[in-house]
């Protein structure tokens, strides 16, 4: 069963798809969405959150992880793939490795069951609000050039040589940061709000990994490394070697 529940608003705040199968997760999130301002669609398992996604213009996705037909975890890789929408996984599953093969997958944020309604509102504010700030940054910024790298963000697109890199969009958002200010220290605190946003509520731990999967993108096939860690400090983006790994 598709159901779509929207605000009294002629215009809402944006469309958000939650793929979730169980009744009361599903009431009391499109309550609370749906009193702030947003749009709801809800897809009560994998295949029908897959295919809703694939063709219609939603803002954001809600995604569970343990869904019938197809699981979470598949229908963010495939709709990641296509679409750049911020995705947020809300689950019972909150083991360290659960939470790499979710961020992994493409997912932007991961919220643990039971969650407070307050606490997921600001965590889909916040994933809004960065993606508009991305977005007109990258409206200024129709092709960005460094070494062998070239970044869309409009087309979110990044190639390296004639290899196509394939990024989700956390990573791209990374990627646009450092080509924006190439040779240029960078601190995690600067990094992790640019990408995440003020209220994002991200850690250091959680940059460094999506740096790690950058890396591995960025250095497949032989390629050089180019983003260098400043021990204490943050990053660069720097094509000549030096003594940082």
Known sequence: MDMIAKTPQAVTLGRILIVEDDPM??????????????????????????????????DMLILDWMLPS??????????????????????????????VTGLRSGADDYVIKPVAPEELLARVEAQ?????????AHAQAPEL????????????????????????KTEQGLLSQFMHKPEEV????????????????ATSNL???????????????GGSRLIRTVHSVGYVLQSQPDSSP
């Open 25 to 58: 997760t599903v009431t009391l999130l499109t309550h609370v969405l749906t009193e702030a301002g947003y749009a709801v669609t809800v897809a009560e398992d994998g295949q029908q959150g897959l295919s809703l996604g694939l063709s219609e213009p939603f």
């Open 70 to 99: 197809m699981e979470g975890v598949d229908v963010c890789k495939r709709l990641r793939a296509d679409k750049d929408l911020p995705i947020i996984f809300l689950t019972a599953r909150d083991a360290v490795v659960d939470r």
């Open 128 to 136: 809004l609000r960065r993606q508009d700030v991305q977005h007109r």
């Open 145 to 168: 050039r460094y070494a062998d790298l070239v970044l869309w963000p409009l087309q979110h697109r990044a190639m390296r040589g004639d290899r196509d890199l394939a990024l989700t």
């Open 186 to 201: 960078l601190t995690k605190a600067a990094l992790t709000q640019a990408v995440w946003g003020p209220a994002g509520e």
């Open 207 to 221: 940059l460094d990994s999506y740096v790690r999967f950058l890396r591995k993108k960025l250095e497949t096939n």
